[in-house]
């Protein structure tokens, strides 16, 4: 496995940030975890060295015991869990706690999801199962989203210095846990548009997100 | 994760009484209570890992000890950011802050000493502001040398509206305490996972009457006659902080860099080393 690189590190070595790892050639390039500069690689990190096969390139890598940080920033498209705080008129204010890459993130972070990005615009091109009753184009806050839910979104765009913003506007995207506002009990989605509680029978109305089957 | 228990690994040598003797050589010691060195060696140093949360790390450089938490990444709305933080839209900012621990971590006596007239010294209750005025001046000169000594090593573009929280807390202060602040930044960095360009390692040199120390204590800093610190990439061949207090020659100058660097050199072999024990220690675990 180490014969074709000219690496100054067994492979399965341990190596540390800065180490200088070789020679930078077309075949050999920086993978996770090490970075080039004026034609060698260095280590960026501290952990095991390893090289990726890929068609004709080979990946250094070095792998940190844990993650790294950087996959915890929020990304542009990503998929995000997200707990709703306060509901106004025009936007929902929700705390973001997980994302798809980063999993479950130390300190919450803020979001919005305005009025215009809850129900869909465009006929949605991006999944296969284009259902045209799931196609209502205006939502009001309020009947899409409450305070205390827990809502799958994607992230929009990384918006202003406070908060990031979040879209709703696809079919497996919305309201994945809610309680009754009655009772507190843990409410069932009944169709894209209602959830009911299971022990009085009250529909409310929420943006459901898609079950996934 | 469990919390691994650490201590420090000399508080309890009782420290040296100045010395009585004026003018000659004074022997340095090197911090552990036993052996002297010479003018050109560092001081004993201890550095320990994963100490408070994951991301920290505790460096003791003689007596000088700090110990520095990494947050990352931070996000805008978070309580850990004072508001006076922007963050950027396309790359990360690094905000960092060096903090003393009241009472125990600084030479007070010395503080009221240095600044006092004969006036003063009848006003007890001036000591305390006189105190905090030094004590807050020199943390946000730390803070700043030690945000500018990091920021060369750091690749901020992969953390775009985020910010990476270097917090620095110094328990005992016995001279040198930028490098110490610095070695333990970059441990602490790299074993949050933060991806680092290289290691940053730093070491101070004192000129006093002609003699380059280097490393130096509380006392070879107050009364030499200059300082010079730096901060260096070692396999980059950077220096990322470079600070000269006092007066030095050309030829002075160029004797206490190359001092300096040779400085870091060692203490870079002591950061590699400890990385790859815990390195290793944590895959036998597994």
Known sequence: MNNNSRLRYEIDSFVVPGDRLGSFFKTTVPGPGTSARKGHLY????GRLSIQQQEEQSLITVTPPHDFASRRVITVGQIVLAKVDRVSWTQAHVSIFATETGGTLQYPAEAIVRREDIGSTVPVTHTTNTNTANNKTSWQVIEAVRPGDWIVARVLSLGDTQRYMLTLAEPQLGVWYALSAKGGTVMQPKSWNTMVCPKTGVEESRKCAKPRC | MTKSAFKLSNCYFPLELPSSQEGGTKERHSGDGKTTRASHSLRRIHIDSQVLQSGSALVEMGHTKVICQVTSPVYASSSLLPSSVQLSMDEGTLYCQVNYLSHAS???ARILNASATPLDQSHQQFSSSRI?????SRESDLSARLLSAL?????LQQYPKCCIRVQVTVLQDDGSVLPACIAAASIALTRACVELYDLVTSCQVAL?????????DLDEEESADALVTLAFLPNWKEVSLLEQSGKLSPAQTNQAIDLCRDG???MHRFLRDHLLQKLSESKTKD
């Open chain 2, 151 to 155: 920021q060369a090593a750091v690749p």
């Open chain 2, 264 to 266: 870091c050199r060692t």
């Open chain 2, 132 to 136: 905090n005025t030094w004590r807050l």
């Open chain 2, 106 to 108: 600084y030479p007070t």
């Open chain 2, 208 to 216: 006093q009457n002609g003699i380059l120390l280097a490393d130096p």
């Open chain 1, 43 to 46: 280590a960026s990190t501290a």
